[in-house]
RNA sequence: GGGGGAGUGGCUCAGUCGGUUAGAGCGCUGCGUUCACAUCGCAGAGGUCAACGGUUCGAGUCCGUUCUUCCCCA
């Protein structure tokens, strides 16, 4: 075995095999528990980044430890095909052959878009791959295959049949650069630096305003250029200032447009003049305006961001340009009352980051409050539960306050909406299939819809259209419902939420049982990693430097579940040492095994207290691993994996181990290689969903090991080997050998030097010390130990400390400087001082006596006790030293 | 404006049901190269747990207020 780990070539050798051996395949078997999660779809424009890492390892722990479980375990992967995103690329693509997709028409284009897929939609894939992700590669899927567009479509005819799918004129939030429409979740708000303005509206019948400011209204406005759609002006029925005013005409500059004053709550008082001016064409708050009131709405802004034949003489201008011109009119003719610097939020398109701009269109709608009620109450009575579960009132928050979800894209690369027109009748037909003649006259001059499909209509179906539905598949009716969906935070409800409320509408089960949702990962100044900021970093090259199994814990260890955390590279280099720790304590372990495969049982008559404390560590270990698993608190079990076998393992057992390993009593070294192995073979196993590479490679080594860890079972703790005994005893001697340490270090004794120690101690320490000499001598550089009673006369010149009961004495003949021998057990003296005080406190308390439990109480007289020995300990020393 | 996080050694973060001498990794100081590992070992320094008030026998943990900071929604 080398000396060190070399992940490159245990990674590629292991996941092959894996793979091939069919161990990441599910079957419906109704022998077992199923256990299914589906993957987060990436995008196949996507390229890995450290959030797909964190998600991946993740999922893939869960379905490790799953599958280890016994459980007929199945990760569904795939990809989507990010209609948008994936349309961007082709155009781009084109562009450099000096093409555009309308040139080339849709057919063209999107075969063009399918051959891009062909190339590059597998390169995501590959990479999940190198996470080491045991997803079932066999039943990958694409949210555009023909399965889950059959889906789609069914889902949009019955939820069209039911009325729950409309198409209609309504406010969207149109991306001028993109030529599409979007939906609220994907325009992002900034707060920029903008203005505001104040303008002057004349009143049309010459009354004055109320205020003194003569015959006009003011009204403020951030975005000056809309005012020539305006077809009101608004104020709050409750404000005094403009009471006088409402039903009154006032008209508009510039279009010279009687327009009525109207009273609204919505009307916020404190804004700006507390009179607003009323665009229902461009502002979503004016639109709902506009309904209430029955205003007209004049669209002034067209779909290509430049104003339309309504603006008038400004028609054909960018909005931009059109805004300059309208504040330099109106202050030229004396109406701009002033302008205010003002921070306001800016609705950007997620895709291309350009300002979106609001505008009525004809689109396709979803009808949401219907679903959204049973999606509410799936969460409310816990039949979905989310992972923190802070998480729960987000989703809430957002599902109660749900708006209309628009569908329809004007792009091309997605699902087709399934809706044709008929050119001689009008007649809408929404069909599953293509139909030939207009079921309302009959004729055959019929177009399909233009648009297709927002993408997360068919991720929303995820869950059960990769399982085969519409049909009744035994996939679906074994694996559906899936156990828990592990997600980031950021999608929650794009996706999450989408998926809820579809499934019970479809399948009227919810899609998972759990949400386990997690954090971004951010870079080391807290900052959001991303492509423009150039500041993400690339896991293939995290991988690369540190190995899978490192990347894999960094993303896991160490961080509360559902915080985003920050990602450092003293991180990862923490968990490629770890790997070569376990590595070297397993190197050492073989190296020390013969090949014959010992089963502990046989051994348990002759288990010395570093066994029986090896294996009540253990055993205490995997069942804190299973509890902290169950509650998927990922990371606090990676944790406690850690410090086991560094802390525990590495630093004492195997240490304790070595003089044992050199007896020359045959039975005194079988024992021990037998508890050696058996830890370490269960700690693998433990180890084995967060740390897969490193583990498999390991134990495939051990003797007599055959098939893989991967679908070795999972470790049970043996409460019978649990022994509080033998981890109290150790306790002690290991204080023992750290006060021994801490003298030799203090008085510089070289660590090759051994020294004599006599050790004061009741008979049963005495024993405990007695029978375990050989340890203290090893572990503390010791040539001998001597234990004496306690009222037996203590050694002159000799360094002292009090540990683990007993007082411990060096003679360090020569090499103690008084002083600073006085000085340190003083410092501990009057450390112990202080301790004992605390506890007197609250043991002289008499409501603490009266009211804390007595395991409490008695707990702490046990700590008193403890406390006031050493420090009566080390008051006798320090009287010695100096009387 | 509404909602949610976070504030704990120099840095990054854990801390479960309120009871621990408040932990870890990195960094820092001292010592250490035969016998698994310098990607290491041993020993050590370093914290009034943001502030104030409250509940409690007992608060890093629960409640209130304030400050700082990040995020989401409108």
Same mark, same amino acid.
């Given at each position: 075995?080398?000396?060190?780990?070399?992940?490159?070539?245990?990674?590629?050798?292991?996941?092959?095999?894996?793979?091939?051996?069919?161990?990441?395949?599910?079957?419906?078997?109704?022998?077992?528990?199923?256990? =299914?999660?589906?993957?987060?779809?990436?995008?196949?424009?996507?390229?890995?980044?450290?959030?797909?890492?964190?998600?991946?390892?993740?999922?893939?722990?869960?379905?490790?430890?799953?599958?280890?479980?016994?459980?007929?375990?199945?990760?569904?992967?795939?990809?989507?095909?990010?209609?948008?995103?994936?349309?961007?690329?082709?155009? $781009?693509?084109?562009?450099?052959?000096?093409?555009?997709?309308?040139?080339?028409?849709?057919?063209?284009?999107?075969?063009?878009?399918? $051959?891009?897929?062909?190339?590059?939609?597998?390169?995501?894939?590959?990479?999940?791959?190198? @996470?080491?992700?045991?997803?079932?590669?066999?039943?990958?899927?694409?949210?555009?295959?023909?399965?889950?567009?059959?889906?789609?479509?069914?889902?949009?005819?019955?939820?069209?049949?039911?009325?729950?799918?409309?198409?209609?004129?309504?406010?969207?939030?149109?991306?001028?650069?993109?030529?599409?429409?979007?939906?609220?979740?994907?325009?992002?708000?900034?707060?920029?630096?903008?203005?505001?303005?104040?303008?002057?509206?004349?009143?049309?019948?010459?009354?004055?305003?109320?205020?003194?400011?003569?015959?006009?209204?003011?009204?403020?406005?951030?975005?000056?250029?809309?005012?020539?759609?305006?077809?009101?002006?608004?104020?709050?029925?409750?404000?005094?200032?403009?009471?006088? @005013?409402?039903?009154?005409?006032?008209?508009?500059?510039?279009?010279?447009?009687? &327009?009525?004053?109207?009273?609204?709550?919505?009307?916020?008082?404190?804004?700006?003049?507390?009179?607003?001016?009323?665009?229902?064409?461009?502002?979503?708050?004016?639109?709902?305006?506009?309904?209430?009131?029955?205003?007209?709405?004049?669209?002034?802004?067209?779909?290509?961001?430049?104003?339309?034949?309504?603006?008038?003489?400004?028609?054909?201008?960018?909005?931009?340009?059109?805004?300059?011109?309208?504040?330099?009119?109106?202050?030229? !003719?004396?109406?701009?009352?002033?302008?205010?610097?003002?921070?306001?939020?800016?609705?950007?398109?997620?895709?291309?980051?350009?300002?979106?701009?609001?505008?009525?269109?004809?689109?396709?709608?979803?009808?949401?409050?219907?679903?959204?009620?049973?999606?509410?109450?799936?969460?409310?009575?816990?039949?979905?539960?989310?992972?923190?579960?802070?998480?729960?009132?987000?989703?809430?928050?957002?599902?109660?306050?749900?708006?209309?979800?628009?569908?329809?894209?004007?792009?091309?690369?997605?699902?087709?909406?399934? !809706?044709?027109?008929?050119?001689?009748?009008?007649?809408?037909?929404?069909?599953?299939?293509?139909?030939?003649?207009?079921?309302?006259?009959?004729?055959?001059?019929?177009?399909?819809?233009?648009?297709?499909?927002?993408?997360?209509?068919?991720?929303?179906?995820?869950?059960?259209?990769?399982?085969?539905?519409?049909?009744?598949?035994?996939?679906?009716?074994?694996?559906?419902?899936?156990?828990? #969906?592990?997600?980031?935070?950021?999608?929650?409800?794009?996706?999450?939420?989408?998926?809820?409320?579809?499934?019970?509408?479809?399948?009227?089960?919810?899609? *998972?049982?759990?949400?386990?949702?997690?954090?971004?990962?951010?870079?080391?100044?807290?900052?959001?990693?991303?492509?423009?900021?150039?500041?993400?970093?690339?896991?293939?090259?995290?991988?690369?430097?540190?190995?899978? +199994?490192?990347?894999?814990?960094?993303?896991?260890?160490?961080?509360?579940?559902? =915080?985003? *955390?920050?990602?450092?590279?003293?991180?990862?280099?923490?968990?490629?040492?770890?790997?070569?720790?376990?590595?070297?304590?397993?190197?050492?372990?073989?190296?020390?095994?013969? +090949?014959?495969?010992?089963?502990?049982?046989?051994?348990?008559?002759?288990?010395?207290?570093?066994?029986?404390?090896?294996?009540?560590?253990?055993?205490?270990?995997?069942?804190?691993?299973?509890?902290?698993?169950?509650?998927?608190?990922?990371?606090?079990?990676?944790?406690?994996?850690?410090?086991?076998?560094?802390?525990?393992?590495?630093?004492?057992?195997?240490?304790?181990? %070595?003089?044992?390993?050199?007896?020359?009593?045959?039975?005194?070294?079988?024992?021990?290689?037998?508890?050696?192995?058996?830890? #370490?073979?269960?700690?693998?196993? #433990?180890?084995?969903?967060?740390?897969?590479?490193?583990?498999?490679?390991?134990?495939?080594?051990?003797?007599?090991?055959?098939?893989?860890?991967?679908?070795?079972?999972?470790?049970?703790?043996?409460?019978?080997?649990?022994?509080?005994?033998?981890?109290?005893?150790?306790?002690? @001697?290991?204080?023992?050998?750290?006060?021994?340490?801490?003298?030799?270090?203090?008085?510089?004794?070289?660590?090759?030097?051994?020294?004599?120690?006599?050790?004061?101690?009741?008979?049963?320490?005495?024993?405990?010390?007695?029978?375990?000499?050989?340890?203290?001598?090893?572990?503390?550089?010791?040539?001998? &130990?001597?234990?004496?009673?306690?009222?037996?006369?203590?050694?002159?010149?000799?360094?002292?400390?009090? /540990?683990?009961?007993?007082?411990? *004495?060096?003679?360090? /003949?020569?090499?103690?400087?008084?002083?600073?021998?006085?000085?340190?057990?003083? %410092?501990?003296?009057?450390?112990?001082?202080?301790?004992?005080?605390?506890?007197?406190?609250?043991?002289?308390? /008499?409501?603490? #006596?009266?009211?804390?439990?007595?395991?409490?109480?008695?707990?702490?007289?046990? %700590?008193?006790?403890?406390?006031?020995?050493?420090?009566?300990?080390?008051?006798?020393?320090?009287?010695?030293?100096?009387?």
């Amino acid at each position: 075995m080398a000396p060190a780990y070399d992940y490159r070539a245990a990674e590629e050798k292991w996941y092959r095999f894996w793979e091939n051996s069919g161990y990441f395949a599910a079957h419906v078997n109704p022998d077992k528990e199923p256990f =299914s999660i589906v993957i987060p779809p990436p995008n196949i424009t996507g390229k890995l980044h450290m959030g797909h890492a964190m998600d991946e390892t993740m999922q893939d722990i869960i379905v490790r430890w799953k599958r280890m479980s016994g459980f007929e375990t199945l990760w569904l992967p795939g990809t989507d095909h990010a209609s948008i995103a994936t349309e961007a690329k082709v155009v $781009e693509m084109l562009a450099k052959e000096g093409l555009t997709k309308t040139e080339i028409g849709r057919e063209a284009f999107l075969e063009r878009v399918w $051959e891009w897929k062909r190339q590059y939609g597998g390169t995501i894939v590959n990479q999940l791959k190198r @996470l080491g992700s045991s997803c079932d590669w066999s039943r990958e899927r694409f949210t555009m295959d023909e399965g889950c567009s059959r889906a789609v479509r069914e889902v949009f005819v019955r939820l069209y049949e039911k009325g729950l799918i409309y198409r209609g004129d309504y406010m969207v939030n149109w991306c001028p650069v993109c030529q599409t429409n979007i939906s609220d979740v994907e325009v992002e708000h900034e707060e920029e630096e903008g203005s505001l303005w104040y303008l002057r509206y004349p009143l049309a019948d010459g009354a004055g305003a109320g205020d003194g400011a003569g015959a006009a209204i003011i009204v403020a406005t951030t975005r000056p250029e809309t005012m020539l759609g305006d077809t009101a002006v608004a104020v709050n029925p409750a404000d005094e200032r403009y009471r006088k @005013l409402i039903g009154k005409t006032v008209l508009l500059p510039i279009m010279n447009r009687p &327009i009525p004053v109207i009273a609204d709550e919505y009307v916020a008082m404190d804004f700006g003049t507390g009179a607003v001016k009323i665009t229902p064409a461009h502002d979503p708050n004016d639109f709902e305006m506009g309904i209430r009131h029955q205003l007209p709405k004049i669209a002034v802004i067209g779909e290509d961001g430049r104003m339309t034949a309504a603006a008038g003489k400004y028609a054909g201008q960018d909005r931009l340009e059109c805004r300059k011109g309208i504040i330099a009119e109106l202050e030229a !003719a004396g109406l701009l009352e002033k302008t205010e610097t003002h921070v306001h939020n800016v609705g950007h398109c997620y895709r291309c980051d350009s300002s979106v701009e609001p505008l009525i269109s004809k689109q396709w709608f979803v009808k949401m409050e219907p679903l959204a009620k049973p999606a509410i109450d799936i969460v409310k009575n816990g039949a979905v539960e989310f992972i923190p579960e802070r998480f729960t009132k987000i989703y809430l928050n957002w599902m109660e306050n749900i708006r209309d979800w628009c569908i329809s894209r004007q792009l091309w690369w997605g699902h087709r909406i399934p !809706a044709w027109y008929c050119g001689d009748c009008g007649a809408v037909i929404v069909a599953r299939d293509a139909p030939q003649t207009c079921g309302t006259c009959g004729s055959s001059n019929l177009t399909q819809d233009q648009d297709v499909l927002d993408t997360w209509f068919s991720s929303a179906l995820w869950p059960f259209s990769t399982l085969g539905w519409p049909d009744q598949t035994p996939e679906l009716e074994y694996f559906y419902p899936t156990s828990v #969906l592990v997600t980031g935070r950021d999608i929650i409800f794009f996706w999450v939420a989408r998926m809820i409320f579809m499934a019970l509408e479809f399948m009227e089960e919810p899609p *998972f049982a759990k949400v386990i949702m997690h954090g971004l990962v951010l870079d080391h100044d807290g900052k959001k990693m991303s492509k423009s900021r150039g500041n993400a970093i690339d896991p293939l090259e995290e991988i690369e430097e540190f190995g899978t +199994d490192a990347l894999r814990l960094a993303m896991i260890t160490g961080n509360t579940p559902g =915080s985003d *955390f920050r990602y450092q590279k003293g991180k990862i280099e923490g968990y490629r040492n770890f790997a070569n720790k376990l590595w070297n304590a397993s190197r050492f372990v073989l190296l020390n095994l013969d +090949d014959e495969r010992l089963s502990l049982s046989d051994f348990k008559g002759s288990f010395t207290l570093p066994d029986r404390w090896i294996l009540s560590r253990y055993n205490n270990t995997a069942a804190e691993v299973q509890r902290l698993l169950e509650r998927f608190d990922l990371g606090m079990a990676a944790q406690t994996l850690y410090d086991f076998v560094w802390n525990e393992y590495c630093d004492w057992y195997i240490e304790m181990a %070595k003089p044992r390993l050199r007896s020359s009593e045959p039975s005194e070294r079988r024992t021990v290689q037998a508890v050696l192995r058996h830890v #370490l073979q269960g700690t693998l196993e #433990l180890l084995h969903p967060f740390i897969p590479f490193i583990t498999e490679e390991i134990w495939q080594k051990l003797p007599g090991n055959s098939g893989s860890i991967m679908i070795a079972p999972w470790p049970q703790a043996d409460p019978g080997l649990i022994d509080a005994k033998a981890e109290k005893e150790i306790g002690a @001697l290991m204080d023992i050998i750290r006060a021994i340490r801490n003298v030799r270090a203090e008085m510089n004794v070289p660590p090759a030097k051994k020294v004599e120690a006599i050790c004061q101690a009741d008979p049963e320490k005495g024993q405990l010390i007695d029978t375990n000499r050989i340890l203290l001598q090893t572990l503390g550089g010791l040539s001998t &130990i001597t234990v004496i009673q306690e009222d037996a006369p203590k050694p002159e010149k000799a360094a002292a400390a009090v /540990a683990g009961g007993i007082s411990l *004495f060096l003679p360090l /003949a020569g090499m103690i400087d008084l002083t600073k021998e006085v000085e340190r057990l003083e %410092k501990e003296y009057h450390q112990m001082q202080g301790l004992c005080a605390g506890v007197e406190a609250k043991l002289s308390n /008499a409501g603490f #006596l009266a009211k804390a439990p007595a395991e409490v109480v008695s707990k702490e007289q046990e %700590k008193l006790a403890g406390y006031r020995e050493k420090a009566l300990k080390l008051k006798e020393r320090l009287d010695a030293l100096k009387g």
